[in-house]
């Protein structure tokens, strides 16, 4: 954890001076609270941190955010009680964590799209919170949760909350849309700080918030990411995301340079859109890389690792996301933009008929006639889907009752809370169990959903889970000296979005129509026209061609069939079967991340002993 980014926050009194002795060793920066207790221990780059006081109070933003600390300290001068801090950052743009100590009490929240989390665990009598949960699990000597593993193998976003479940024994994750309130003795609370708003406003107004909302996101990256004129890159695969993004950040301060990766395919179109995207940013650089040399997924897989804060599915790129970032290191990146969110929050899923036919039937009418013909399904399912009633609580109570492992075999028009989970076909028996026994424990709490329309707690649910792998993407890319942001997944921009109304943001006669329109005045008419969709499925194929013999290596000698939650024969059927389908993709790579995160614990760091646990 030397040399990476993370923080531990302390309540302010005698067992947070003590847990505060647990952690001070391994922190490069200290901030105390105004009675001189540890308030903020850990590693922080200078541009990522502002600070201010005033009186008693103080707050800390972490992250990325253009604000002066200056201008923070204004802002705090008016607020008077812990309840009142999100005045201090009202109408900021950018990604952070806001941490503040105002009379004694602490709040910590990161971001409601899960790119920034928060984590808590009881230390030497008190509860402490930090940005990491490796963290905490280090300080406390936690050991792995394998009930919470084997639920790991399931793909990402099956079912809230079960992805936000933390890994480490006695380590506990606080819902992105909460916070953590820490009083003086080190009791904990938490408590809502972000709802989602009300789909209400129609296309067209929407486009106009949305506009001005991701171009402030955007604009944060150049200003609350690198100094100003500095150099930023950002990702233009010919994509309608990325290239808004590029199109975005063109007209910044920043100096712009774009990156594309060819695709294997040849009947792959985006490389075209791409190259006209770049003849219409003429003051940005350009690099594009040959599908020859870019490191094919799977690749990098046997190498050493530094240990990783929890499994993440990212690590079938390990190669080549370390030789793109050597690239623009070397154009001179400061930061990397990427257009990770933007699928999830663009393209709608079929759940918001069900929400549609009950306010708007008409309306849900043409819509389902549209949808019917591209499903060719005939109507009395797709009426059945229409006519369900289950809570969340009930789906995911049944979804436990009907686990197993397999091939998910649920329709394309699900209008369910989320698509029905299945364990990899290689999960063993005492895996599904245990996955199933986590489910249902879960199920039985109950819980609420994101949002109560069903088609707001997809995308919500969908921006989580994307934010989650963007944050761990960002700390491995970090660590080589490239941070990773993602606008579209900054707060600002996922209530935009989510503020119009589902069925005008997911209309079946054009393609991510929200995102077209707000970049009207922005991206050349020619390119939002575009109907089509880049398929990389043969770069799936061609990857696991090359690294094949790497990837049964790896799983022959397998870390989680240790454990007895995979069966490693069958996962060898699969990875030697004369043409594995590319959904195989999805379970491949949890359990690929499973197994990745449970060989980089060997070279886990341990926090060091302290002298009679003084500070």
Known sequence: MRGELWFAVLPDGEAGLAAAGSLRPWAGGVIDHASGRPWLVGEWPGDQIRHARAGTAQVAVIGRCPVSAADLARRLDRIRDLDDVERVVAGLPGSFHLIASVGGRVRIRGAASAVRRVFHARLAGATVAASRSDVLATAIGATVDERVLAARLLPRGTAYPLQELSVWRGVQGVPPDHCLILEPDGTPVLRRWWSPPEPALPLAEGAEI?????????????????HHGDTISADLSGGLDSTALCFLAGHGPARLVTLHCQGID??????????SAAAALPNARHLSVDRDEIPLWFGGLAEPRHAIEEPSGWVRDTARMAYL?????????????????????????????????????LTALAHLRARRAR?????????????????????????????????????????????????????????????????????????????????????????????????????????????????????????????????????????????????????????LARSTKGEYDADFYAGLRRHRAELLELFGSSLLGRLGL????????VLVGPHPRPHAMAPLSQTLACEVWLRSLAGRERMPAMANGGY
């Open 210 to 226: 949305l506009r001005d909302t991701l171009a402030a996101a955007v604009g944060s990256c150049a200003k609350g990411g690198a």
């Open 266 to 275: 040849p009947g792959n179109d985006d490389s075209a859109w791409a190259r």
């Open 325 to 361: 970032t050597d690239r623009l290191i070397a154009a001179g990146s400061h930061l990397h933009l990427t257009g990770v969110g933007g699928d999830e929050l663009f393209t709608v899923q079929p759940s918001y008929l069900h929400d549609l036919i009950r306010r708007h039937p």
């Open 375 to 527: 499903w060719r399904r005939p109507w009395w399912p797709v009426l059945r889907a229409l006519a369900d009633r289950d809570t969340h609580g009930a789906w995911l109570a049944r979804c436990a009752g009907g686990l197993s492992a397999g091939q998910a075999d649920g329709p394309p028009y699900s209008m369910a809370w989320g698509p029905s989970p299945r364990m990899p076909a290689w999960a063993t028996p005492d895996a599904v169990r245990a996955a199933k026994s986590v489910l249902a424990e879960v199920a039985a709490g109950d819980p609420p959903p994101l949002a109560g329309h069903r088609a707001q707690h997809a995308a919500l649910l969908r921006a989580r889970t994307a934010g989650a792998g963007l944050r761990q993407i960002d700390q491995a890319t970090s660590r080589l000296g490239l941070p990773h942001a993602a606008p579209y997944l900054d707060d600002a921009v996922v209530e935009a979005v989510l503020s119009v109304r589902p069925h005008e943001r997911g209309t079946p006669e054009r393609y991510k129509p929200l995102l077209g329109a707000a970049m009207t005045d922005v991206v050349p008419r020619t390119i």
């Open 566 to 573: 995979i069966d490693t024969g069958a996962m060898r059927a």
